[in-house]
């Protein structure tokens, strides 16, 4: 009795907010930066999306998938997502900033490897790639925070 048995929970093991506001500060900075940086909104929010369905994060796939509906992203490109690679419905470029987020996010498994690499290059600017990788640093690390103290989509820090 009493142990959490379920991936999601009413409440979070930890409100990770209260417990390091600094960190927390230091991340919403971290989404602050991406927000200008240029690459658009659209794009990072799909990267974002994409990548918590990698790591099955429910609370961020929650919340991406309604800021890119309330965006005015079509329903049929945020439900296709995951199968990105099938049909026409993104664009080259966001083609490479989708191989590059699945790339960077289980790169334990595999390095990046020189062809993706050398596309990701000619797709963007070396800025735009480190903003890129910075918003899939930033997801990963939401992601994990959320997991790890089971807050559930929806929850209202």
């Known amino acids: 009795m009493g142990s959490i048995t379920t991936q999601e929970s009413a409440t979070p093991l930890i409100n990770y907010l209260n417990v390091a506001p600094g960190a927390f500060k230091a991340m919403v900075g971290l989404e602050s930066y991406l927000r200008g940086c240029g690459l658009g909104p659209s794009l990072i929010e799909m990267v974002k999306l994409r990548v918590s369905q990698i790591n099955r994060c429910a609370c961020c796939i929650d919340m991406h ?76 690390g939401w992601n994990r925070l959320n997991i790890s103290f089971r807050i559930p989509p929806g929850y209202q820090f």
Do not use: C, M, P
Request: aromatic share 8%; net charge negative; hydrophobic share 40%.
């Open 65 to 140: 998938t309604k800021k890119l509906v309330a965006e005015g992203e079509s329903n049929d490109r945020v439900h296709r997502l995951q199968a990105w690679r099938e049909g026409d419905y993104y664009s080259a470029r966001e083609q490479t900033a989708l191989a590059w987020a699945e790339a960077v996010t289980r790169i334990v498994e595999r390095h990046i490897d020189d062809s993706l690499y050398q596309k990701a290059l000619e797709t963007f600017t070396e800025k735009e790639l480190v903003d890129l990788t910075l918003a899939v640093v930033a997801i990963n």
